[in-house]
């Protein structure tokens, strides 16, 4: 139910919303929990430990904050939060498997608060992680930072896509195209669609009040994908190794805020000095 009435909040294709100072109060503060859960994810993520454990405590740190885990039951999603492990690509359900040596994996963790959504995933390395493991975290890294960099009113959204597929394909890298960033705020997935590939003719033109996420998926093979049998795992079809990062932005008048910026810092602990770790 939202403030309207009974008629749940519904996605307008066409229509985006362009939000006040409210919006970004809500914003803000559900940004800044979803970045305190991750951030309380770390030091857990560990060999031995089962993502079964990692979803348990994003549920527990929801319900100890008042705040609702957006992923649980959304389209019959049955977790708190996805775990996508080494060559799954999102959406990787929580499940009993231990962690071990080596792994990299993405958490993504959506609060809902006070009817807000604050959407955000890291990865993290799993005890010793291999260089080109590493290296792919770093760039898909450096491809959220150079998206983010893109957002300014007046550019398309298609800058956004354009600068990430640029940063990707130099390294050697590709860009995952079956999956996107969108609109978000108080529903979860909205206009509009924020493509991490493309042409910076792309897209409608930001404007101050958006709010949408970017959240690219960059595979050190080929980008193709599919759907694993429980309906949701995404895997690369080449079983390539894939990262994700993913934060939750609006669009003001010289730029943008980030709404889940690390409050220790635990973005990308590997990049300690960059401004969005
Ligand atoms: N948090 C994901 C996103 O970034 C969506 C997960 S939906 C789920 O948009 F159902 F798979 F959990
Ligand atoms: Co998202
Ligand atoms: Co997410």
Redesign the pocket.
Known sequence: MNQQGAEPARRTPGAIKLHGPEGFEGMRKAGRLTAQCLDMLAPMVRPGVTTEAIDKAVFEFAMDHKALPA?LN??G?PKSC?TSINHVV??GIPADKPLKDGDIVNI?V?LIVDGWHG?S?RMYGVGEVPRRAMRLMEITYECLAKGIAAVKPGARTGAIGAAIQKHAEAERCSVVRDFCG?GLGQL??DEPNILHFGSANDGVEMRPGMIF?I?PMINLGRPHVKILGDG?TAVTRDRSLSAQF?HSIGVTEDGCEIFTLSPAGLFFPDKPDHPFA
């Open positions: 992923t959304y389209h999603y996805c999102c959406h993504d959506t959407d995933s969108h979860f997935h996420t959240e949701w993913e």
